[in-house]
């Protein structure tokens, strides 16, 4: 299948109300992607298929991360430069339910390998035990989001203050008592 790199003058947009529903990864290991997933980050264990295929998910949806070993038991990750999942990302509600998730991680010994202000979002990097890359990160509200004169994003690439996040926990206690 061949895809034209040309623009089309009728190329309309895709509905706004479009979402990316689930991530379905390969995994080596079924047992320890599900304790990463669920143990580590919080997720729900959602429905097994014997040793082959789990699916995870928060607040009831019937599956927001698929990992399965169909193609993948006991393999390695891609080699660098090679073409793939560059990294999934899961979006927070909430400033304090990134914290949370920081504390999640520190909590387990998952090292980050990045942490970024992009200004229209704070961001963690890390990997699974897979070498997926995953970000986890929550949204500043739309109005905060810096634009250009001409109405364009500014997003940029800030270290971020991890200590600073961690007291969005403080102060989220502080507020529920």
Not at 93 to 111: F, K, N, S, T
Not at 116 to 141: I, Q, T
């Amino acid at each position: 299948m061949s895809i034209s790199t040309q623009p089309k003058s009728d190329n309309r947009p895709i509905h706004p109300g479009t979402r990316i529903g689930h991530v379905h990864l390969k995994v080596a290991d079924l047992e320890r992607a599900i304790a990463f997933y669920c143990d580590v980050l919080g997720f729900e264990l959602v429905q097994r298929m014997g040793d082959q295929a789990a699916f995870v998910s928060a607040g009831g949806y019937h599956h927001h991360i698929g990992l399965n070993t169909w193609n993948s038991k006991g393999g390695t990750p891609p080699a660098p430069h090679h073409t793939g999942l560059f990294h999934l990302a899961i979006l927070y509600p909430e400033r304090a339910a990134l914290a949370d998730a920081l504390l999640r991680l520190r909590e387990a010994g998952v090292r980050l390998e990045g942490a970024s202000d992009h200004a229209v979002s704070e961001a963690l990097y890390l990997s699974d035990p897979d070498g997926n890359g995953v970000e986890l990160y929550w949204d500043r509200p739309e109005a905060d989001w810096p634009r250009l004169p001409n109405g364009d994003l500014n997003m940029v690439t800030l270290p971020l203050d991890l200590e600073n996040l961690m007291s969005s926990l403080d102060s989220q206690q502080a507020s529920a008592a």
